[in-house]
């Protein structure tokens, strides 16, 4: 079975995904998929789902 829900950030739209720090579901406009991470949880490390992601090798960006 199938349960449609709206982004816990903005909403509006559509469930795409869940955060994989928090669990929030949410949308693509509020889901990175590169770090797996939602807008809120990107913003609490400086970072923007648009700005670059690129880090030095054997750095890992983001460490729980």
Do not use: N, W
Not at 23 to 34: A, I, K, M, N
């Amino acid at each position: 079975m199938s349960v449609a829900s709206l982004c816990e950030i903005c909403g509006s739209a559509s469930v795409e995904d869940a955060c994989d720090r928090c669990g929030r579901l949410v949308c693509l406009d509020h889901f990175d998929p590169s770090t797996g991470l939602c807008g809120k949880c990107l913003a609490e490390f400086g970072k923007s789902k648009e700005e670059d992601q690129e880090r030095p090798d054997g750095i890992d960006e983001y460490q729980f």
